[in-house]
């Protein structure tokens, strides 16, 4: 019996919080058509090390205006290579 008023009372709080569950922002419905891909790039030799803040924010707003959204980089250990993924409308984009 303790343990059915134990299910029985998870249930009706499990539907009770969700109620209060936020509504999908446009945020939300954005990323769901939104695809993600992995972008390779080759560089010279310490061209990796020039790249300071400044130039990471003016290449993400770029990348905004196309819809373009920049998640993860990994680089090669002579830092001549990026793997960075991105999450965007198209691989074109």
């Given amino acids: 019996m303790k343990t059915l008023c134990g299910v029985l009372a998870v249930l009706t ?3 009770a919080f969700a109620a ?3 509504s999908k922002s446009m945020d939300a419905v954005a990323v769901h058509n ?3 891909y992995i972008v390779e790039r080759t560089f010279p030799p310490n061209a990796l090390a020039s790249l300071d ?3 990471k924010a003016r290449i993400n707003k770029i990348n905004a205006m196309f819809g373009v959204k920049w998640e993860a980089s990994y680089a ?3 830092d001549t ?3 960075c993924v991105y999450e965007g409308p198209s691989a074109h984009a």
């Fill in 13 to 15: 709080a499990g539907t």
């Fill in 20 to 22: 209060d569950a936020p």
């Fill in 34 to 36: 939104s695809h993600r």
């Fill in 53 to 55: 803040a400044a130039t």
């Fill in 76 to 78: 090669n250990a002579d």
């Fill in 81 to 83: 290579k990026t793997r």
